[in-house]
């Protein structure tokens, strides 16, 4: 099947770090939730390292969280955004069609993500919507970076993550069972059209499925696996 990178694309939750590659350029000056620093200072820390910052120099309130998330997530898709108008530039970004697939990817991780945070008990709160506003941004960035480091054949995975991926699909599969039946059936549906296009492979989907797992599990419960960045 057709690939929703063109080849495919390779691997990508507490409180919601890898230095961010920019192409160099002038910074400019600093947002007033950045703390007097600058997205690529910001991305070098976790995004639980930041919030922990942000909300010691602010307030540990819930509105002061989410902006710390919302700042975060702003740098990382500027650095998303920048690495694709430099593949683009260079003629070394996927072409129409596997944005599209993409496209078709990220639609569907999007409405599984709705129809999930509405059918936890209760729904998810302002906090845990805002974290998983930022957790979805890693396929996207993942997505470009496949072309920056021209690797549209990752290796199969190790038997440590062969491992991993078994266990998060069946912790999956418990937190779908948990569910009332109506919502059980109607999750599973959703969740099967992120993979409808095939070629995903499965680094790709431990994440999804860590992902996923972030989303359905209880906030009073230890996250299943750590945040993503």
């Not at 976790?46 to 120099?57: E, G, L, P, R």
């Not at 509105?63 to 070394?92: F, V």
């Not at 998983?132 to 038997?159: H, V």
């Amino acid at each position: 099947m057709k690939s929703i990178y063109s080849f495919s694309f390779a691997l990508v939750l507490l409180s919601c770090a890898a230095p961010s590659a920019e192409p160099a350029q002038k910074q400019s000056a600093p947002a007033s939730d950045h703390l007097g620093l600058t997205c690529t200072q910001i991305l070098q820390m976790s995004s639980t390292d930041w919030i922990k910052k942000f909300t010691a120099a602010r307030d540990a309130t819930e509105p002061s969280t989410i902006q710390a998330i919302s700042a975060y997530g702003k740098c990382y898709d500027a650095r998303t955004t920048r690495l694709a108008a430099a593949l683009g530039k260079s003629g070394k970004g996927p072409l129409m069609g596997a944005r599209g697939n993409f496209g078709d990817f990220e639609h569907a991780l999007n409405d599984f993500t709705s129809k999930a945070l509405a059918a936890t008990d209760p729904p998810a709160d302002a906090k845990k919507k805002a974290c998983a506003t930022l957790y979805a941004k890693q396929f996207r960035y993942d997505f470009y970076r496949e072309y920056e480091q021209k690797n549209f054949n990752p290796p199969p995975l190790s038997p440590e993550e062969s491992d991993a991926f078994t266990k998060s699909k069946n912790h999956f599969g418990e937190l779908l069972g948990l569910l009332p039946e109506d919502k059980m059936h109607e999750l599973h549906r959703s969740f099967g059209e992120i993979f409808a296009a095939g070629g995903v492979p499965d680094a790709t989907k431990l994440a999804v499925y860590r992902y996923s797992i972030f989303l359905l599990e209880s906030p009073s419960e230890t996250p299943y696996s750590p945040p993503p960045f």
